[in-house]
């Protein structure tokens, strides 16, 4: 087992930032090379795709949406995967879920390949 806790959400202005963390404990990633990935929910919305990275971290994967405006990171060696964000928007507003998974790259952008999941963290976007 994996177990994740989020930490870093809040409030902030549109055009600032914040900086999302997980931690996880149990079972770690490097273990068992595990994908990591960013996901959100807004109120009413589904859960999309925001951005993952590979084991090694050489390679990562974003949504259209925040491209160039966050990034993703991992450190092994602590068990954390971070999530950058800048020039923030209001519709950026939402939940934000780090998730875990065994599943190949491939399959990366799919919220239900994910085998754990953290509790979630609000972030919130003022206009």
């Known amino acids: 087992q994996v177990q994740l806790v989020e930490s870093g959400g809040g409030l902030v202005q549109a055009g600032g930032s914040l900086r999302l963390s997980c931690a996880a404990s149990?079972?770690?990633?490097?273990?068992?090379?595990?994908?990591l990935g960013w996901f959100r929910q807004a109120p009413g919305k589904e859960r999309e795709f925001v951005a993952a990275i590979s084991w090694s971290g050489g390679n990562t994967y974003y949504a259209d949406f925040v491209k160039g405006r966050f990034t993703i990171s991992r450190d092994n060696a602590k068990n954390t995967v971070h999530l950058q964000m800048n020039s923030l928007k209001p519709e950026d507003t939402a939940v934000y879920y780090c998730?875990?998974?065994?599943?190949?790259?491939?399959?990366?952008?799919?919220?239900?390949?994910?085998?754990?999941w953290g509790q979630g963290t609000q972030v919130t976007v003022s206009s």
């Open positions: 998730a875990a998974t065994t599943f190949p790259s491939s399959y990366y952008y799919t919220s239900r390949l994910y085998e754990y």
């Open positions: 149990g079972r770690t990633f490097s273990n068992y090379a595990m994908g």
